[in-house]
């Protein structure tokens, strides 16, 4: 099968998923008036407090990017980390495609190669292991609680095992010169067999070396900041998710605000599954079930789920199309200072 052949299966796949959730899962659960009911009963006050949650959590996605890469700039931080997650909020691939999205717009708007791989590997890191760790921190709220879910318990499992590989191949990598050169290496001569007439790679472990050392110094120097940044990024879009059970009238007697954080942790690691652009069908069936079982009401959860949705991924899709748009009008940018002293 040939890649174009692969792309057309896995988006037939993908949209067959997403009517199959749209057109009979979700109505299953409530009916589509009941939830639009729900909706237009919102007041006012609702309504800017979820604007001003929305353009928040837009805003703090630029955070990480400042840290480590300081020459981006904010402006254009978050031009690109809304057409990166937009790209991958239309395509399957999870947050690999977002990451190779957003090296490739970085390169073409010039900035040094060696700079942007900082950028991508330490984002990607430290945005994959909070994503996984936070259904953790969610089971371990829940059982102080006196609560329990054991789906949520799975998915801490999960975090916790995914967490540990990424922080143990991340860890022999920056600590242990041998092991990067015998990866490096290794990569070396894989990327050289999948290239096509068979022509070899320029980079070897020694490059790899190269990066570890520089990228060892950076990490020391900003993982305090971008610990930080990657929080309040996170974070504000879970103040999104609480504010959409709220606005629908699911009150804390049905769904705690431990509850609902815990929801909202298991959505997030759907949400970076390759399954379908975005996790959309798998993320809507599985959190509005995860409301439904802490006690939710069918209409207030779906309705919940539906506008979570829709001020996490609508604004993104748009404000990524403009800027995708817009990214090469401001021309080809050289970076003034190198990233690691």
Excluded: C
Excluded at 265 to 284: D, K, Q
Aim: without cysteine.
């Amino acid at each position: 099968m040939t890649r174009r052949q692969r792309l057309v299966a896995g988006a037939v796949v993908s949209v067959a998923i997403i009517g199959v959730t749209f057109a009979y899962a979700l109505p299953r659960l409530a009916g589509y008036g009941a939830v639009w009911r729900q909706v237009r009963g919102l007041g006012w006050w609702w309504l800017l407090a979820l604007l001003g949650a929305t353009a928040g959590n837009v805003a703090t996605f630029a955070l990480p990017w400042i840290v480590v890469l300081p020459t981006l700039g904010f402006m254009r931080a978050l031009r690109m980390t809304q057409a990166s997650t937009a790209f991958s909020l239309v395509m399957p691939g999870g947050a690999p495609l977002g990451m190779a999205a957003s090296f490739a717009m970085l390169r073409a708007s010039g900035l040094a190669g060696a700079d942007v791989g900082f950028a991508v590997a330490l984002t990607g890191i430290w945005n994959q292991v909070s994503t996984f760790l936070f259904p953790v921190a969610a089971v371990l709220a829940l059982a102080a609680e006196g609560t329990s879910s054991p789906s949520l318990r799975l998915a801490a499992f999960i975090g916790v095992g995914v967490s540990a590989v990424i922080l143990a191949i991340a860890a022999a990598m920056l600590w242990k010169p041998a092991f990067s050169q015998r990866m490096g290496d290794l990569a070396a001569r894989v990327a050289t067999r999948l290239r096509r007439r068979n022509r070899s790679v320029t980079w070897s472990g020694e490059s790899l070396l190269r990066f570890r050392a520089d990228l060892l110094r950076l990490v020391r120097r900003s993982w305090p900041a971008l610990t930080v940044a990657t929080l309040l990024n996170q974070l504000s879009g879970y103040l999104l998710f609480e504010l959409s059970v709220r606005a629908t009238g699911i009150p804390y007697s049905q769904v705690s605000v431990v509850e609902s954080f815990a929801a909202w942790s298991l959505a997030r690691l759907l949400t970076s599954l390759p399954l379908t652009p975005g996790g959309i069908g798998f993320v809507e069936v599985g959190l509005t079930g995860i409301l439904l079982g802490f006690g939710a009401g069918h209409a207030a959860a779906v309705a919940a789920v539906l506008i979570y949705r829709g001020f996490s991924v609508v604004p993104t899709l748009v404000l990524g199309l403009l800027a995708v748009a817009t990214w090469r009008r401001g021309g080809r940018r050289a970076v003034d200072s190198p990233l690691v002293p």
